[in-house]
């Protein structure tokens, strides 16, 4: 299971005095029937770097306001929303509720308001809402330096506002402290170019990563619609029930293993970076990232084959590098249609000294307003055109012939001052389509506007144009406009577009499409005559398909969404939609053993469970859960818990996220703890390696004793291959193994320590992970780290705090063991610690 971690905001909390303080106080200007404002503060800090909320800060993920950001509250389970305004850089959100006596209120939030697409479950009895029903787009807009915000999505911890009879009376209350956390994973992806097949200058037009299972993997799910409980703050499913977020938050029929990422700014090839933000899935060796880059030139398909595991995680910012060399790497030119070109010459107008006030057309059909020749020595004779802000006579402009086609490219040779640009209109709405700063070197140069296609022009508008209130003035040398002579109509969707739905999914769902020399008036939809359990049609919203299944009782069946257009071509969309899934049984021989304060729980295997949720709760009210987690694995021990005292284990097997089987009904049993250890836990004691060269256990290579923060320590090594090799690093810490020299085993222990003994701690990383296993004993009791007596080290540092089911005394023995393999690389050790 994955679980959300509240993070910090990146812009400092106002603080806001009791009614009647001072400026500092709201102004109520909500609807009148919700007479009470509740002025939401997001928990945050450092105000000085909030220009964007998709702003992002490696070293701690932090979330930036920015003025505008849409949040969907619920307020007692009713919905509002509210818009955050910024003072001095301090975000806020007002929300109004009718409330005429003191009460304690439920708030919970997400961001933006438009990931919500409602609420799946709410609770009557504590007025919180239980699951969110929302969605995570499949098609991101992102730039080079940041992700989408629309993408970004924030889910508040839920909290309770005791309002005050003085909060009634001042009609408003402050809420400070409204954390928010990111569920899904922010991954940064550079792409590096070493392939003579590509260009560094082509552009990039979108980005599209493909996550394909390897052989018997799971598939993950990377965007799509997800359930999510905010009081838990863990994704859960149709039922309420916990989802495995690292294999497939999404449910059923809503689920892709793709994102796309477009670029309006559309960045070089050599430049690429891109911004994906996906499900914190976690991917298995043999499964194959597929990166599909579209260029104005050619489609190229990178497919990268992982060797090990790769997880995406929400809490931090992913990066990863993409190499578009030659190896796995398909590049195939793109289809160029047939096309044909207008150009604009300075010598097709008729030579001016001073500027014209009225339109010159020329004999192919181009209109020039306001222009003259220029009689500067590098642009001598090119075309003089202004922009005056003042003087809406002295605007220059040119207008391109009508075309039977598209118009696909503009290229426009020229010259200006640094506040010079181009802009370039739809001539009948005057709307922007885009905009370019021009060359100011002194000879000029080319300004290049391509993928012009979408828009579905048959002619454009050059409008020179100032970037600030100044006049500026632009000579053109040349104008040449690029179409497709073709106007056969043509309806297109998403390559990879499938429609996946569950069986008992019956609610609406929808896709886009897009539509060439025709309108949307001239596009049909249907689905098979015989398949009467699917629906199709037409959305109110332009260019939208909208579909909705009946509950399938029986098998898997399949159909099509056809999608046609008039005097042009035909688009089928599979569909399926899933059989219903059966519940697995619930576990049996299920025990519980209590040794102490310490429980050994096991069960027997239930067929095609991925896995077992366990949760442990007082027997006796309040029957609050006090411990749970999940495990593959058909045993746990559960420690920490209250001597002498009855408690009752409940274990559930787990399906795959409702594909084929669904989690089974909790299996329970009592137990009733024994009595404590009676010892009393002595000083907490530790001991750094890090920042010393000295040899603490001398430089034999089977090991030896030192003294170590006043207690002595033993160390123990063996070897699988060489004759070892140690060393005590200032930065490492001690350096076990080498390239020629595999360790075995490593033993650090102690019997000076003679006070209790609750935990004992291990900072250490090995740099052949998933090979060496790590436990922990004290007077030969093992202890016990997330339920298990041994845990395998991964390639990172990391703290492990075996802890004891009650205090014990007795000899400590730490034991790193590598097992059969040979494997030469190194462990370093960093830290130890008692209590």
Known sequence: MKRIQYLLCMA??????????????????????????????????????????????????NIVWTAGDQM???????????????????????????LTAPATINLQGAVPASAVLGVKAKDDATKKVTSLQMALPNVQNATLTTFDPAADILIAQDMSVEVTADDITAGYKVVSDFRFGRPMAITQYTFTLDNPALTADETVESVTLTVNPGSSNAEKGLTGRFYFNPGTGYFVDNTG?????????????????????????????????????????????????????????????????LASELAFVNTQLNTAGVKLNAKNCEVTPNEVPGELTETLLNTDLPKQSGYTTSVTETTSGWSVYHYMYSTIAATKDWIQTRYQPGTVANRSYIVSPEIAGTITQLNIFCQGSTNGTIRLLDPDTEAEIASKDVPTATNGGELVFENLYDFNLSKIKIQPYSSNTSNTTVYIQSVKLTYDPSVTPK??????????????DTEVGSFTYSIRNATDADVTVSVPAADTWLTAEKSSTANTVEYMAEENTGALRTSTITLSVAGGNTVEIPVTQYAPVQKLPAVTDLTATADGTKVDVSWTAVEHATGYAWRIAAASAPTTTVDGGTVEATSVIITGLEPTTAYIVSVMALGDNGATYDDSDEATVDVTTGESSGITPGPAWSYSFL??????FGTDKTGGTGTLGGYAWTAAYTWAAGSGYVAYESANGIHIGSGSNAPKTITFSTSAYSEGIASVSISVRDSNTTAASLSVTVGGTPLIYNGNESVTLTSAVKEYVFEAASPLKGEIVILIDRGSTSAKKAIYVTELGIN
Not at 72 to 98: C, I, N, P, W
Not at 691 to 696: L, P, Q, R
Request: aromatic share 8%; charged share 15%.
């Open 12 to 61: 400092a909390a106002a603080t806001i005095g009791l009614a009647g303080c001072s400026k500092d106080e709201p102004v109520m200007t909500g609807p009148s029937a919700d007479n009470f404002m509740f002025n939401i503060l997001p928990d945050d800090f450092n105000a000085a770097a909030a220009t964007s909320r998709t702003a992002y800060d490696p070293a701690i993920g």
């Open 691 to 696: 920042g010393s060269t000295t040899a603490v």
């Open 491 to 504: 309806i297109s969707v998403p390559a990879d577009l499938k429609i996946e739905i569950s069986a008992i």
């Open 72 to 98: 969907q509250l619920y307020v007692d389970m009713a919905a509002r929303q509210s818009t955050a305004e910024l003072t001095d850089g301090k975000a806020s959100f007002k929300a109004y509720f009718s």
């Open 241 to 305: 029930a916990t989802v495995d977020a690292t294999v497939n938050p999404f449910y059923q029929g809503q689920s892709l293993n793709n994102v796309r990422v477009t670029f309006a700014e559309q960045p070089k090839l050599g430049e690429l970076v891109m911004w994906a933000v996906t499900a914190p899935v976690k991917l298995e060796a043999g499964d194959q990232m597929v990166f599909t880059v579209k260029t104005t030139k050619n489609t190229v398909v990178k497919t990268v084959t």
